[in-house]
């Protein structure tokens, strides 16, 4: 029996599986990781059945962005009244119809946001506006104080940590001390509210995902009671990954928990309110959605504290892309992207999903094929099903979404540096230039951009790409090449006595005037002949003519594939407002270069 050179790899609860052979195995690192060993300790949940896995989303939930509250207050510069109310536009222009606008009892710049709301139309009255405050009374009467006037439904959205670190270590309270804090804290904001219908409440327990969830459920329990929540006057309950600790399944089985042991769980909106420590906030915030979250809280691009919130742009066109009508309009992205880097002053990565400079586009060889393949047979289809392409059903190999629907060019899609191979070239070349190389072509050609690319190290733009090609295989224009067609004509067989076609040609030939007639089977036929008997011999292996029907550049191209002197094959191009003019250039280009 032979002994597998691979020690076994225990799975968590799993079967053992093969590691490593002993002389590639990991060794121990000098990293402290035992320091953080009681993470999964802290929070552990009682659930066993749980149901989320077996899920799929299927529905929006409802958004609720909290960029001018939660991600204005992560920002070096909060933002000015200008950016508050541009950013606040942008959202409405959105979709969105419930934002967090501020923190008024924090800051007079918030403050003053919220009664311009009050006292102008910018906030169309379908939209809820939520305003934000801890649970002190001197706090919750600064945040009625703001919204005094306002049309809008209002959301007053109070919050206080729950978890033991922050009871113990922030606020000094033991569980009951906390809980009737937190009491005393609803009592107020309903002493405000009074009957005003228009108001709503929310509650969240900071820190809800290190909170243990016996008394999560209590104080819940305790607000919405406090609260009298009812299905025609829900409360809130939103319950914030405030930093987050675990893996994104750990927190689907904390919101399935909650969301089937809640009291008046049909007088309850459950929200979550993923942050981003792990980078998972978005997987928190999915799989919390199939736990039986029906409301999502996050910024645009994930700003916020430290690593953010979770993304409501990602999350919004990850639904789009799985066929969900996200209920956001996310078709100009860059408009967004822009407006939100500008209101910010944080940037969006090149590689941000979806709305980076980079997503779209692909520099590799193999992947550019694909995407060209993809292209021709979607639009293929489109046609066939007498569909409009930007409707048709989309399967692009590498592009999860069509880069039009949110209002990109394909443009980017297909760039070219040391990477690329063939497809991505002539892909280029087509879409800038119309020129539909032959096959055989696109491999001479893509050997001298390689070249080229691993010399520069860089991008080779289109307009680049069009100069080696010029370079490479077309007849410039100028008198520095040996040869050049000055004007030509055809007659047609039957108008020739031995039944050929005669092509008639004023070539330049070093500089000097040449008219040259011959007769041949078709006109590049008769031009081989002229230049062999100007001892510029060309064989002829193969030639593709195509027509550029739309552009500046209108007018047929002729591909011609020949044999040099030396016994090469070697290609040629012309270009030309007729196909017989396009024939000619690429002979004379041929000539030239044998
Ligand atoms: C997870 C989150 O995003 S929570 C929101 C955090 N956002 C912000 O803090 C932005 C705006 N905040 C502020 O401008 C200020 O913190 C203010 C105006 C709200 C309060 O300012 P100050 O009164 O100077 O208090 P400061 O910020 O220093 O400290 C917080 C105090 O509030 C207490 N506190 C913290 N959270 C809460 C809460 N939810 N409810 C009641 N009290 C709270 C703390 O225990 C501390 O009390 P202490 O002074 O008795 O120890
Ligand atoms: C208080 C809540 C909503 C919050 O901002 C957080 O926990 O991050």
Redesign the pocket.
Known sequence: MTTSPFPTLRTPDGPPAPGRPAWNRQRASRMPSHRYQDVFSRVDVPLTDRRWPTRRLTAAPLWVPVDLR?GN?ALTEPMDPARKRRFFELLVAMGYTEIEVG?P???QTDFDFVRLLAETDLAPEHVTIVV?T???AD?IARTFESVRGLRNPVVVHL???TAPTWRDV???RDRTELSD?ISA?GAEVLRHAGDDPRVRFEFSP??FNLTEPDYVLEVCARMTTLWDATPERPVILNL?A?VEVATPNVYADQIEHMHRNLDRREAVILSVHPHNDRGTGVACAELAVLAGAQRVEGCLFGNG?RTGNVDLVTLGLNLHAQGVDPEIDFSDIDEIRRTVVDCNRIGVHERHPYAGDLVHTAYSGTHQDAIRKGFARHHAQARAAGLDPADAPWRVPYLPVDPADVGRSYDAVVRVNSQSGKGGIAYLLESAYGLELPRRLQIDFAGRVQEHADDSGGEVTAERLWRLFEEAYVLPDDGGRQILPLAWSVVRPGETHDGGERLDVVLSVEGERVERSAVGAGPVDALASILAGLGLPVEVLGLTQQSITSGSDAGAVTYLEHRTADGAVAWAVGRDASVLGASVRALVAAANRS
């Open positions: 939660d207050q923190y009892s924090a800051s934000f801890a649970a002190r706090l919050y206080t940590a922030v606020l000094g804090l804290a900071e820190v914030p405030t504290e």
